[in-house]
């Protein structure tokens, strides 16, 4: 069912703050022009796309190839993960990395409160989710811009059974080269990587990108740091309820092989995501609910 932008923003917008846009692909969007930060978050799988401290540069990074389209996930920004991760274990036809990202959610509120700007978006279970995974669940993103960003992924079960799920805030980070970045925080942390072919590595000292990197980092809720020498930023990246962080950048030949993704677009992102997957899913209860949340912070270097 088409939604009725100027209905939408006639109802949640909040004039010179935020505004409820047709944005890329006619897709809607809220666009965010709070005093401490601005931004911008899709109806459109969730999904924010930018996210820029008052001053700063937009520390998000989306493709240019990105599509927007309702059956397609947008390139970039913060892909929510949703209830699996990856292929889906005994569906190869199913979307990878869930469902969540391909659904239209619904606007729930917009608040302005001391010049930061809280967005809440919702996915109701209903027939489109339920073709694909069984289960009664009321997924909010709460997403509040400010000089830091908070994304919290809120899931409750609403039907009567228990449920396993694996979520992530896939989030792509725009950097001024990956190659040139160091990424702190995992040292000691057991990882397995699909491209390294390890199952339990243990990671020595800070992580470089030298290569294609895809590392699943276990059992671990430490802040990560991304120092940007190009940018002449750190970005840190505090985790709340999670205990897996992936850490990827495509390099060049996956780069090549996305259609979604410029060839040469590779050294301008890396991928920090906040997430429980595999032996880390989440159990919830009938009727309980789960946070898990991604604080952003930017610092100059
Ligand atoms: O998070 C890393 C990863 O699982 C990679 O293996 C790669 O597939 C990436 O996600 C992007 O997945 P997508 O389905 O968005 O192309």
């Not at 897709?27 to 969730?46: C, F, M, Q």
């Not at 005994?90 to 869930?98: E, L, N, T, V, Y």
């Not at 000292?205 to 002449?232: F, H, N, W």
Request: charged share 25%; net charge neutral; glycine share 8%.
């Amino acid at each position: 069912m088409a939604v009725d932008v100027s209905a939408l923003n006639r109802k949640f917008g909040i004039a010179g703050v935020a505004e409820v846009v047709a944005a890329n692909g006619g897709l809607p969007a809220v666009r965010v022009r709070g005093k401490n930060g601005s931004g911008e978050i899709y109806l459109h799988g969730g999904h924010v796309t930018s996210w820029t401290p008052a001053g700063g540069r937009d520390a998000l990074w989306c493709s240019k190839k990105s599509m927007y389209e309702k059956d397609k996930p947008i390139r970039g920004g913060v892909p929510l993960c949703f209830p699996w991760f990856g292929p889906k274990a005994d569906d190869a036809s199913a979307p990878p990395h869930g469902i969540a990202r391909l659904m239209a959610w619904e606007l729930e509120s917009i608040r302005e409160q001391g010049g930061d700007v809280t967005v809440v978006v919702a996915l109701r279970s209903d027939a489109s989710t339920k073709k694909w995974w069984p289960h009664d669940f009321v997924l909010r993103h709460r997403v509040t811009y400010g000089r830091e960003l908070l994304m919290q992924m809120e899931l409750t079960n609403s039907g009567n059974a228990p449920l396993t799920v694996q979520e992530a805030q896939h989030t792509y980070f725009a950097v001024g080269d990956a190659r040139q970045i160091v990424i702190r925080g995992l040292a000691g942390v057991t990882y397995r990587s699909k491209v390294e072919n390890v199952t339990a590595a243990k990671q020595e000292g800070d992580i470089r990108i030298t290569a294609e990197t895809d590392r699943v980092y276990l059992d671990t809720q430490s802040a990560v740091i991304i120092e940007d020498p190009s940018y002449k930023r750190r970005i840190a990246i505090h985790k709340e309820n999670s205990k897996t962080t992936v850490v990827w950048n495509p390099w060049i030949a996956k780069a090549k092989a996305m259609p979604d993704f410029g060839d040469d677009e590779w050294p301008e992102m890396v991928c920090v995501e906040t997430c429980n997957v595999g032996d880390f899913a989440v159990q919830l209860k009938a009727g309980e609910t789960h946070i898990m949340g991604t604080r952003l912070k930017v610092e100059s270097l």
